[in-house]
């Protein structure tokens, strides 16, 4: 049997070197969890609650959600199904909660063209356009568009 070139004892609490952590290397990668806090208020619960992700299937398919989409969901499928004074107590609550507002502005969004030049590229367009038009008042002839093809069928 060969001798260890090392000094090392091999024993209890003194694993092999090939069997000890490197350097810069823990036994506990992800290390004590951190300790969840409460939340300050009732209302700050709610929030937290709302905003914990469940998983849901959905016409077969698995999504995340948050609690809060989940709960709109149902309202708008509640309001749906609902008739006459159920209905009218729904929209009622989401009167109340601006629901209403903002889809409007969301619907106005939505339909808006978008804007594709800025205020300033109208502004120098409109500048540009002028420029043109004097242009073409000190030398029509320079402006004259012949919408003939040449012999290579350019125009």
Known sequence: ??????????GYGKPPREHQWG???SGNPAGRPRKKRK????????VLALLEEHR?????AEKKM????????GLVRDLLKA??????????????????EQL????????????VFTNDDLKFLACLDRRIEEAKQLDPDAWAYDARPDRAGRL
């Open 66 to 73: 948050s609690a809060y989409e989940i709960v709109c969901q």
């Open 1 to 10: 049997m060969t001798e260890p070139t090392s000094s090392y004892d091999v």
């Open 39 to 46: 939340p300050a208020t009732f209302v700050d619960g709610v």
């Open 104 to 115: 409007r502005w969301a619907l106005e969004e939505m339909h808006r063209e978008p804007q």
């Open 23 to 25: 350097a810069g290397q």
């Open 83 to 100: 008739q006459g004074r159920e209905r009218l107590a729904i929209i009622r609550c989401l009167e109340a909660m601006g629901a209403f």
């Open 56 to 60: 849901v299937t959905i016409d077969g």
